[in-house]
């Protein structure tokens, strides 16, 4: 199966992020429409995989826990943690399953999000 945003053969799947619309923002439950999100191998049943989020100027998550370990790389603007600390591009995030927090960004911020768990 192809189209022009994806590209699925047997045991690969391709995503072209530079092309692939952003859907609307709702993974801590009510819609965000200053948030956007390409589910890129991400599992709403099992909440758990890859994904890109878009943050407009101003854009805030909603506080949040984590049923997995969460983990973010900034790769556009900036994002401000709950706890005042700045993210700025190539910044990397870790927060471990039962943490809670949210996010803000003044200036708008592209974040790559992975949630998974740990083994063992």
């Not at 801590?28 to 407009?56: N, T």
């Not at 927090?101 to 708008?108: I, L, M």
């Amino acid at each position: 199966m192809s189209n022009a945003h994806e590209e699925v053969k047997p045991g690969r799947r391709i995503v072209r992020t530079r092309t692939k619309p952003f859907a609307a923002y709702d993974l801590e439950g009510p819609l965000q429409h200053d948030m956007s999100i390409i589910e890129l191998s991400y599992d709403r049943d099992d909440k758990q995989g890859a994904y890109l989020i878009r943050m407009e100027p101003g854009a805030e998550t909603i506080a949040h826990e984590h049923g997995f370990r969460e983990e973010f790389l900034i790769l556009e603007g900036e994002l401000i943690e709950s706890d005042g600390t700045v993210l700025k591009v190539g910044d990397f995030v870790m927060y471990e399953a039962g943490t809670v927090h949210n996010s803000r960004t003044e200036k708008g911020c592209l974040l790559l999000g992975i949630d998974w768990q740990r083994r063992g």
